[in-house]
């Protein structure tokens, strides 16, 4: 991006005609005159998703009954695989199960089981809260086991030989900031811990690499930038080595190794399948089936730069506007910033509300953050000028102070 000047709607214009991924714009179903900038909660609906599910419905389960079986069972891994792709995983490392929570229990609970002795599970204070209530219910259900929820800063200082596993979410949902996943995976290695990683807010926007990093487990949900619809299922990541020693601490019939011999014992599946424990949701995971293929020819690199070029046109558009009120909680640096920017505003749920009357989808976690999240696979140059006009409006105007915006929903 070159800097100084203004960024007009001539200059984002021509920003988005040099975008290699501008193309994708077109896979995806946007309503008119909507800036959606909240495809960090949901993403949007990929345009081969209906035909899909009508497929699905019709054929494979109206014709086909009971028969289309034969072709669902695999579906778990082969979609996995499709996913391993874009956080740097290798084939049968990835499985899409359950939700995000519950593959998270599963996933962490045999990380600890799998380092006996050691009686601590290490986390962050600002980590997603549902990581947080998860963990302390693993810590329970498995018993003498401690969840340390410590400051992001003295994770270094806490991180011992005690702990059994460093459960961290890459991207913090706050202020999207990076967790520095190659350093602290390193780290949890060098005091024998395995490291444990929410990727919700990395995948399909932000370059990790599994492999290279050696991250030991992983889980991250698929609806929000890998746009595979409310509720789509979770994807959990077990390294290969790990996969013959884990357990599944809630071992189910799908997991087994030949769930047809209904067998009373249970006898675990080789390879990631063993993380499966019930009957897939096939509808939800056609869903994303599907949905992932708006991800077809195009590399991380490819996204990651499309994202941070979406970050720094709002914030340079926002330095260059110096709108009152607005202070940046996400860090200036694009290296340390996932693909949302979080703003701080006394009343930012009302700001929020008012940006949205205008056709501008945001969203706000309390107390005081208005999140943007750009989603690079749709989201436009012109898009980011647009918002930064409507929330210079919102302020410049004061319009957000309107009693109507600051009504709570139920959903922030
Ligand atoms: C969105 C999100 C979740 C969602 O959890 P569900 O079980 O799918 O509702 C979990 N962790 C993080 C970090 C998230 O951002």
Redesign the pocket.
Known sequence: MTPGGVWDRARCEALDRDDPVAHVRERFVLPEGIVYLDGNSLGALPRSVPARLDEVATKEWGAGLVGSWEQWMSLPEQVGDKIARLIGAGKGEVVVID????ALVKVLAAAVRARPGRHVVLTSVTN?P??LYAATGVARLLGDVEVRTVEPADIDKVLDETVAALLL?HVD?RTGELFDLARLTAAAHSVGALAVW?L??SAGAVIVDCERTGVDLAVG?SY?YLNGGPGAP?FAYVRRHLQATLENPLPGWLGHAAPFDFDATYSAATGIRGFVTSTPAILGLSALDSALDAFDGLTMEEIRQKSVSLTELFLASLEERQLPGLQLASPRQPAQRGSQVALRHSDGYAVVQALISRGVVADFRAPDLCRFGFSPLYVRHVDVFEAVEQLETVIGTKEYTDDRFSRRRAVT
């Open positions: 939700s995000t929570t519950i997603f549902s990581d979410t949902f929410d919700c807010h949900c929000k979770a």
